[in-house]
């Protein structure tokens, strides 16, 4: 009994800090934590069931018909089925607002495949006890990974080609797809096809492990293009203002205009463009004021949010995601207002000392903000 219990844990604690560091790496936080359990669910009770129930009493059933050999369950036909019902919640959440890119597609996707590993992998210590602590190990560094992997690709195809006409981003997404049952078909063909078990094992746990990585990186690559479009957020005019050093006169214009067009400041747009960095810029008001500084850190996700989304828009020409963006930009607008108007004018005040002023540092604005009032 402790056995299953250890196997479980196991089975469960690897796929789950996987899921995990997929889910920290979006530090523009565009996904949202209850479309991720959403998916999550889906791939463990949803696909996995209905996955079950093809490959059980069709597929199996069309193979002793045709007398084909048994081997093409896991090479042809479950591949097929078990990435078609993975992929089925991310139509849905694509739909959302808050569905932004293919970063947030491809931890969807990513949240949907290690549903599905982890409970099958519970159905396998089940069935072969003896083997279970070992077997939810190897499971958990190869075959979780390539079906979180396989399911992440084509949330990634959702999430990029959702701007496109509905035509050609069925035909991208239907690309995705393809690539995903040829990874999980090669993925069977090394654990199952291979004569030698040790064998059969590494080169499943190389595909797993290099199916994370792939994953990982193309997340990096999706958030530094998130970076690029934060700095292209404004028109060309008031970009280059804002990357420059600017005179009193300029600083005000510029504020006076972003406040009246988009209710930002021009700090909160830098502090945008530098969002990775913003913990060590709000680190003293942090130490004696972590509500306030919790509160300077939303206005400047936010602000980076509506940046993205904003240029996401700019490329869509679907009509129905052009409305959701927009109801989703001005929605995210309204809310910065209000967090700057809880925050108070002392907290903005901090950020346009250290974001606008080129020759000034954190400690100094700091210092600032303690000499003009007894709380920011």
Known sequence: MLRIVLALLIAIGIPGIFLLLIYFLDFYATRTFHLVVLCFLWGAIGALGLSYLINTYVSISLLIE???DYILLYIAFAPVAEEIFKAVPLFFVSRHPKFTYFVDGAIYGFASGIGFSIVESFLYIFLYPHLAIAMATVRGISTCL???????????????FRSWRRARWRSMVIVGWVGAVLIHTLFNVVAVAIPSAAWGMLGAAFI??????????????????????????LDQKMVDLVKADLTAEEQEWLAEMLDREAGITVAEVRASQAYDAIDDILEPIAAQFPHKAELMKRIVLQRAQVGIKRRILEKTVNPMAIKLLTEEIARLEENTRQLRKEAGPRAIAYLSCVYNRADEEVGVCFEDMLTNTESP
């Open 66 to 68: 045709l007398r084909w």
């Open 208 to 233: 797993g492990l290099g199916g994370l990585a792939a994953t990982t990186l193309y997340i990096f690559l999706g958030l530094d293009e998130q970076h690029q479009w934060l700095a292209e957020s």
């Open 146 to 160: 390539m079906h979180g992997t396989t399911s992440a690709l084509v949330g990634a195809a959702v999430g990029r």
